[in-house]
């Protein structure tokens, strides 16, 4: 039963006890009868849980992934006392995509955009007798290829039930902005919208809205350790009108002394508590997190928080979780998040659509600066990789003039609290930029920017500046606050100039690489030869590299450069070519384990820390005596390789390199004898079987070393737990590695071995991958093959199972198992 709670607002989960039928028999709402569905809960993507199939109609840009219709259906009941005197509301955090939702056969309404929440208030349609109330929800994902990755379908964000009284606070109605802060004063404008309901009915206990009534908000402001900074009271006397709903406006001004400024290192975090009372009653209350930060884009200095330069190292992700899905648990991203600001990332692009609210709730706790972004498309529909389908692709930009103002409103007013999101991207590479109305739709939706959010800047993603045949028009571009950069050096001398011609050409505007390449890769694959697969697009590992490390070296260098978001943090599903189904652009696989090319943005953004890194792998499939060129990256001045204990030399490359000081012939710093201008180090060895060794110096004296084995024959499986707890609500998980190891603990990177995950206690097998982005064994279920001896499972508890602890017992095909224990806590 819900809605049992005494607190005068409930918000309670909704993800448990649905039921799921895919196909396209039409469902009647209302009906109670569950024949034909099955039990799931939510969040839920039904696309993974079924084959991949070249012939499917999602194609490459979605993932070979079955689409469709699915219908859910949810059984409940509610307190009866629940909405005597309030309201009940249904709301959804997002669902993939053409959502319609019914109460007791009744339509509540059509949600279409996949990424955006909508809600509906119930309490008119709910029965409150105690009986049986049923939601359905049909989910038409069914036009295909509409996405140019995998969206994924069904239900795929949280859903919740929430109780309130009839005045209470408009969904996100709390909003705190801060026009001006400083180290030394914060100044502090909250608005707090507050719903007011009339109804027709003699009494509610006192907490229904009457003539001449005082509605007061109350806000109190906590610091960072929990204690009360300020507190105001604001009141409002209203002439009531029965029978009618309204909206009422309170305004609050703080000025809050010595603020605790959130940062990338210090990601301090305040809470608003917002209290709303009628004459003297308490009748709502909400907490909003946030945060108070200086943030300016500038056209010389780049972008400045706290008044500090600070270069933006960023990523973009899309939003899937690998063999999560589209329905990705908080835990999974934290995960990846923690790997990544190991990196030296201090920014992430949220490509290309609004993301999951507890992504961005991350990012505010991690330190974690963002980037967040509305659409792929506006009206001109973009090209899906149709690979050997030839039916229609589909797009957002069937729906954007009938959705886009709501759309692009509830992201804004869902997230302008964020003190995370450092500016907003009203757009991806939209063909728009490039015809003569497009800077219309540009100025239109930057407006509503401005008119919720006057203190962000507005981005887009241009990646057709200075392109052939038909370039961004000049128009389009002045529109923007801040000029995003796709693929900067795409085009003719801009692969050597960069952004110095623009620069030269408006030296007012502010510029972002909004996306760039990354290395990218397949987690423990090289390519040798430049014939054998090779391109413009991939490059073998000890090229890639060069490119990428020159339009680093530019941006690091460059003040008027705000910072750069590489493509892509992670490994994505989608926008692949059979045999693949998953993107492998990534410096993570979809795994999240660290492929080679995180180390070499490693050695870079996270300067001074000393760390040496070497590539390839020394289990090679080429003769002995093949001349390999070996890859060191390193933050040291100096490195030396060792071949089986044989030196084969020290190097070094200077970044950044560094000039005279005070007088002529004076250095700060002894200057090192380089030998490259590129951001890493290279050696031309024999491959012989044995080791090979990085040893990285700073001062002239050993700081670091990295070495890589030869591995011998599998002889054990090693588990890791991410996180040795779990709660046991049947929604918590556990993220669980699995590495193949010979008998001196050396990865085998060689081994294929097939695993088998079973669970003893409350919790299963919910999914598990390999990062192998040609691989085509099912990622839902308990088994899958390694790949270069590594594995993932998720373990998701079970409410209906009793237990202190969860068992995760591997067994690994000719080799000993393997156990590790999850605690259950409440």
């Not at 939702?101 to 007798?129: A, C, M």
Request: hydrophobic fraction near 35%; include cysteine; charged fraction near 25%.
């Amino acid at each position: 039963m819900y809605l049992t709670g005494k607190d005068v607002r409930q918000k309670e989960t909704f993800n448990l006890n649905w039921f799921f039928y895919l196909g396209e028999e039409e469902k009647t709402p209302g009906d109670k009868d569950t024949a034909g569905y099955r039990p799931v809960k939510l969040p839920h993507d039904w696309s993974l849980e079924y084959p991949f199939d070249e012939a499917a109609r999602s194609c490459g840009s979605g993932g070979y992934v079955r689409t469709g219709t699915g219908w859910y259906k949810k059984i409940f009941r509610v307190n009866p006392d629940a909405v005597k005197d309030g309201r009940a509301v249904l709301h959804f955090e997002g669902a993939y995509m053409l959502a319609q939702v019914w109460l007791n056969g009744q339509s509540l309404g059509r949600h279409v955009y996949g990424y955006t929440p909508f809600e509906w208030d119930i309490t008119d349609l709910l029965k409150t007798d105690g009986s049986e109330n049923v939601v359905d929800v049909k989910v038409d994902n069914s036009a295909q290829p509409n996405s140019r990755w995998y969206s994924g379908s069904g239900i795929t964000r949280n859903v919740w039930i929430c109780g309130m009284k009839d005045i209470h606070v408009a969904p996100y109605g709390v909003w705190i902005r801060q026009p001006e802060v400083s180290e030394e004063q914060a100044q502090i404008h909250m608005e707090t919208r507050v719903c007011v309901n009339h109804r027709n009915r003699a009494s509610y206990e006192g907490t229904a809205p009457e003539e001449n009534d005082e509605i007061t908000v109350e806000t109190g402001i906590y610091a960072p350790d929990g204690s009360l900074c300020m507190q105001e009271r604001t009141a409002q006397s209203q002439q009531i009108a029965a029978g009618v709903r309204e909206e009422l406006l309170f305004c609050q001004d703080f000025l809050l002394e010595s603020p605790v400024l959130w940062d990338t290192e210090n990601p301090a975090l305040y809470k608003a508590v917002t209290k709303i009372y009628k004459d003297g009653l308490l009748l709502d209350e909400v907490c909003t997190v946030t945060g108070f930060r200086n943030v300016r884009f500038d056209s010389t200095q780049g972008f400045l928080l706290n008044g500090v330069r600070v270069k933006l190292n960023g990523v973009c992700v899309h939003h899937d979780g690998g063999c999560a899905g589209a329905a990705v648990h908080p835990q999974i991203w934290e995960r990846r998040l923690e790997k990544l600001k190991a990196m030296g990332v201090n920014a992430v692009r949220m490509s290309h659509n609004p993301p999951d609210p507890a992504l961005l709730d991350l990012c505010d706790r991690m330190g974690l600066m963002v980037m967040d972004e509305a659409f792929d498309e506006w009206r001109i529909m973009k090209g899906k990789e149709l690979g050997s389908n030839t039916h229609e692709s589909r797009g957002y930009s069937e729906w954007f003039d009938s959705c886009h103002e709501e759309d692009m409103r509830l992201m804004l007013l869902r997230d302008r609290n964020h003190p995370s999101i450092i500016i907003w991207s009203i757009g991806n590479e939209v063909p728009d930029q490039t015809v003569p109305e497009g800077y219309l739709t540009a100025r239109q939706l930057k407006s509503i920017c401005k008119e919720l959010d006057p203190e962000r800047l507005v981005t887009q993603a241009n990646d057709q500046i200075c392109a052939e045949p038909r370039a961004a028009a000049e128009e389009f571009l002045n529109e923007l606050d801040v000029v995003g950069y796709n693929y900067v050096d795409r085009w003719r001398t801009r692969a050597e100039t960069l952004y110095d011609d623009d620069k030269r050409t408006h030296p007012d505007w502010c510029v972002i690489g909004t996306e760039n390449g990354s290395l990218g890769g397949v987690r423990g694959e090289y390519l040798l030869d430049m014939k054998e697969k090779a391109g413009w697009w991939k490059m073998p590992y000890y090229s890639a590299p060069v490119k990428i490390g020159k339009l680093l070296h530019f941006t690091m260098t460059h003040d008027y450069v705000a910072g750069d978001f590489m493509w892509t943090g992670v490994d994505y599903l989608g926008e692949a070519h059979w045999p693949a189904r998953s993107s492998s652009a990534g410096v993570l696989d979809t795994c999240g384990f660290e492929k080679d090319s995180y180390y070499f943005y490693q050695s870079i953004w996270k300067r001074p820390e000393p760390m040496a890194h070497l590539l390839p792998h020394w289990n090679l499939e080429v003769e002995e005596g093949t001349i390999i060129p070996v890859l060191g990256y390193t933050s040291c001045e100096s490195a030396e390789l060792f071949l089986n204990g044989k030196s084969y030399g020290r190097k070094a490359y200077a970044y950044p390199a560094y000039g005279m000081t005070e007088r002529y012939g004076h250095f700060d710093k002894a200057p090192v004898p380089v030998n490259t201008d590129d951001l890493f180090l290279s050696w031309d060895v024999p491959y012989i079987p044995g080791y090979i060794e990085l040893v990285g110096y700073m001062d002239g004296r050993e700081a670091v070393r990295h070495t890589v084995r030869t591995a011998g024959e599998p002889a054990a499986v090693k588990l890791h737990c991410y996180r040795s707890e779990m709660k046991g609500d049947g929604l918590d998980i556990a993220q669980i590695e699995a590495e193949i190891l010979d008998e001196h603990g050396n990865l085998c990177v060689q081994a294929d071995t097939k695993l088998t995950f079973t669970v003893q206690g409350p919790g299963y097998a919910a999914a598990v991958d390999n990062g192998n982005p040609e691989g085509m064994e099912s990622l839902r279920g308990s088994c899958i093959h390694a790949f270069h001896g590594r594995a993932y499972v998720i373990i998701q508890s079970d409410e209906t199972k009793n237990g202190d602890t969860c068992t995760v017992c591997l067994e690994a095909e000719g080799l000993p198992g393997a156990a590790v224990t999850v605690s259950i806590i409440p």
